[in-house]
């Protein structure tokens, strides 16, 4: 009804993530050249907070899209894991073939050297993780000793979190601590102010 009525080729305001309507407002400009800036600097643990619907899986896949012909992709989009199957998400995405009568340090050290043998062809491997609110304290420490990975020069595994404001509660507990610190890159997408939401339905629109 919408289409036919306004001539329009594409539903305008879909809740699915579709890049070409991104519209560039100063605040997710920021956060892109932020995590742009954290990886190419070589940094381990990068992070993006937002309320539900701000523009986080945008992001996500923007980045993914940008990153695509440079890096080597690793994309979790539901991490609602336990350690052994966070462990084993990342092994599928970087080609592994593991079955489940891995034994723990069989399955860390494999996924260890072929990270080691990525890195000599593409460099460090860019982990994204979307709904990284999902990820209980287990899954984060995982991820902290994944970042842990590294040669004589350089990490092995660059991580980006993308998530709503939980995470950060629950990386503010005092035993957190540890993975907090590695977070030299944080960035915060604040709600669009009046101009904004009129520049984003006319980008939209358009």
Known sequence: MYLYRFAMKKLPFSLTPDTAFFCPLPTHMEA???L???LNSGEALVKVVGEV???KTMLCRLLLNQLEKKRKLAYIPYPKLSPREL???LAKELGL???NACREDQLAQRIQTRLLKLNKAYG???LLIDEAQQLDEEGLETLRLFTNLETEQQKLLQIVLFGQPELDKTLAKDHMR???QRIVFSYRITPLNT???QDYVKGRLN
């Open 124 to 126: 460090p491997i860019v």
């Open 178 to 180: 540890q993975i907090r």
């Open 97 to 99: 073939r593991i079955t």
């Open 36 to 38: 742009t800036f954290a």
């Open 87 to 89: 462990k084993f998400a």
């Open 195 to 197: 101009d904004q939401i």
């Open 32 to 34: 892109l050249n932020t």
């Open 53 to 55: 619907g701000t523009g």
